[in-house]
T-cell receptor
Framework: DGGITQSPKYLFRKEGQNVTLSCEQNLNHDAMYWYRQDPGQGLRLIYYSQIVNDFQKGDIAEGYSVSREKKESFPLTVTSAQKNPTAFYLC??????????FGQGTRLTVV | GQQVMQIPQYQHVQEGEDFTTYCNSSTTLSNIQWYKQRPGGHPVFLIQLVKSGEVKKQKRLTFQFGEAKKNSSLHITATQTTDVGTYFCAGLVGPGNTGKLIFGQGTTLQVKP
C-alpha cells in the first residue's frame, strides 16, 4: 500500500527532553511538510522540504529541527527549546504544487 | 508575511441548510486547494482550483476561485450530518518551485440533525 506513515501515534515527553517524530512516505513525492495543529486551530507550517538534503523554515520553526537525508523520510525533532510543544503534529507529502497527502498524525504531550 | 485567511471560524447549521466558507490570500496564488478534516482525523484533499474564475462541483459542494486568484469559496448545499468537520483552504505561496503550502485557519462546521 502506498502512503505516508507517522509514528508514534501518541508520544509523551518529559520537560527538557528532545523527541523525534517519524514520517515516512513511499509515494515517491519530492515535497514533504511538517505542520503543528493546536486544539481548535489551523495548521501552522514548521518546516518543509522540496528536495533531498534541502529544507526550509516555515512560520514556526523555532524549537524544532528536521533532516531530509532520504527522499522517503522527513523526521522532526522537537527540542527542549520549544516552550509549548504539546500539540498534534501532521506530516504531509506531495508532488510539488499538487494535492498533499497527510499522515495520521502524532499527538505529543509534555508531562 | 504572506497569509491565507479563512472565515468564519465556526458555523452551526440545521441539517438541510446551506453552508459557505471563504478564503482570502494577501498575495496571488498559483492555485487553491481545499481539505476536510473530520474530528480526530487528518486533513483529506477535496479539490484543487487553478484557473482564474474557475468553478468546480462535487455533488453538493461547489468550489470557486476568484478572478484575481486571491480568494476562494466552498459552498455546501443542503448540509448533511456527514458534512461535519473542519474545512481548510490552502495555497502555495512563494516563488517558483520553492513555495510553501500555507493553510487557512479552517472553518469548523457543526450540523444539527
Amino acid at each position: 500500500d502506498g502512503g505516508i506513515t507517522q509514528s508514534p501515534k501518541y508520544l509523551f515527553r518529559k520537560e527538557g527532553q528532545n523527541v523525534t517524530l517519524s514520517c515516512e512516505q513511499n509515494l515517491n513525492h519530492d515535497a514533504m511538510y511538517w505542520y503543528r495543529q493546536d486544539p481548535g486551530q489551523g495548521l501552522r507550517l514548521i518546516y518543509y522540504s522540496q528536495i533531498v538534503n534541502d529544507f526550509q523554515k516555515g512560520d514556526i520553526a523555532e524549537g524544532y529541527s528536521v533532516s531530509r537525508e532520504k527522499k522517503e523520510s522527513f523526521p522532526l525533532t522537537v527540542t527542549s527549546a520549544q516552550k509549548n510543544p504539546t500539540a498534534f503534529y501532521l506530516c504531509a507529502s506531495s508532488i510539488w504544487n499538487t494535492e498533499a497527502f497527510f499522515g495520521q498524525g502524532t499527538r505529543l504531550t509534555v508531562v | 508575511g504572506q497569509q491565507v485567511m479563512q472565515i468564519p471560524q465556526y458555523q452551526h447549521v440545521q441539517e438541510g441548510e446551506d453552508f459557505t466558507t471563504y478564503c482570502n490570500s494577501s498575495t496571488t496564488l498559483s492555485n487553491i486547494q481545499w481539505y476536510k478534516q473530520r474530528p480526530g482525523g487528518h486533513p483529506v484533499f477535496l479539490i484543487q482550483l487553478v484557473k482564474s474564475g474557475e468553478v468546480k462541483k462535487q455533488k453538493r459542494l461547489t468550489f470557486q476561485f476568484g478572478e484575481a486568484k486571491k480568494n476562494s469559496s466552498l459552498h455546501i448545499t443542503a448540509t448533511q450530518t456527514t458534512d461535519v468537520g473542519t474545512y481548510f483552504c490552502a495555497g502555495l505561496v512563494g516563488p517558483g518551485n520553492t513555495g510553501k503550502l500555507i493553510f487557512g485557519q479552517g472553518t469548523t462546521l457543526q450540523v444539527k440533525p
